[in-house]
């Protein structure tokens, strides 16, 4: 069997097992990426059984000379070992070379997250388009991702008993939300002057379609450039919902369930940029 056939063999494999388009695409990119390389180096990569545990370190060596963060060669590292496996586990390979492959340290950069005077602003600047400003304070109200922003449906908002169901989130999992008042109120005066589309998405873009996450992102981008917000993103809201949230109490273990997180490490981050946060203040508000 080549590498090609492999890899498709492979990317048959993930969506059967019901992994999600993107996390398919992120693997299968990966892999490819690895082949590709490989085959400027090398004559082991049109043969899967060829190629060696060097072959990926020396890969690896070639991302740092390039200055590939180590977030993101981890990523590749787990890609291959998982290609890797799934080729020894069907026997097209003997000896699995990404098993005893060390992922790269990941760097830990605390994202950015908005002051209150920064999303105040983006908000003002925002609340002239009723679609816009009900997707800015979604995010801000629930901390959704982009993704479940733009496949929410007319039936997942729940206005009487204010709330917000995200359906096959990351993780294939469902989860309802609860909708603050000020996120109640943005949403409606959004679906009164929505009218009719082509589909059931609660946003719409121009062509009466629910919009892309690219859509979303340059509509949001727009508000935080006019908001004199340099540093922000679409994410930057989730996260500033997420801090916000555990500064404000609201327990980890919750607040995971809230924010659809699998592992609970990942809402504890929200917890470390409290702390920062807190210190921060504390230096630079003497008495």
Do not use: C
Not at 27 to 41: G, H, K, M, N
Request: aromatic share 8%; charged share 25%.
């Amino acid at each position: 069997m080549t590498t090609t056939q492999a890899i498709d063999l492979f990317k048959t494999a993930l969506v059967g097992n019901n992994f999600s388009p993107k996390t398919v695409r992120a693997y299968i990119d990966d892999v490819r990426q690895f082949i590709s390389w490989l085959a400027t180096v090398s004559v082991s990569a049109d043969e899967p059984q060829t190629i060696t545990r060097l072959d990926i370190n020396k890969f690896l060596g070639h991302l740092a000379n390039k200055a590939t963060t180590g977030k993101t060669r981890y990523r590749k590292v787990v890609a291959l070992k998982k290609f890797f496996a799934f080729l020894k586990e069907n026997r097209i390979i003997k000896n699995n070379p990404a098993d005893t492959v060390i992922p790269p340290l990941k760097e830990k950069r605390l994202p950015h997250v908005l002051k209150k005077n920064e999303y105040k602003a983006l908000l003002f600047e925002a609340e002239k388009n009723p679609r816009d400003y009900a997707i800015i304070q979604t995010i801000l109200q629930t901390g959704l991702r982009i993704s479940e922003v733009t496949n929410l449906t007319i039936g997942d908002i729940d206005l009487t008993n204010k709330t917000l169901t995200v359906r096959q989130g990351k993780g294939k999992v469902d989860r309802v939300i609860d909708l603050p008042d000020i996120a109640v109120v943005a949403l409606s005066a959004y679906l009164k002057v929505r009218g009719e589309g082509s589909d059931e998405k609660v946003f719409l873009s121009r062509n009466r379609k629910g919009m892309y996450v690219t859509t979303v992102r340059l509509a949001v981008h727009k508000y935080l450039k006019k908001a004199g917000i340099s540093k922000g993103a679409v994410h930057t809201l989730r996260h500033t919902f997420g801090t916000y949230k555990s500064l404000n109490g609201v327990p980890p273990k919750i607040l995971q369930g809230i924010m659809g997180h699998k592992k609970l490490e990942s809402t504890l981050l929200y917890v470390h940029l409290v702390d920062t946060e807190i210190r921060a203040y504390q230096r630079n508000t003497p008495l």
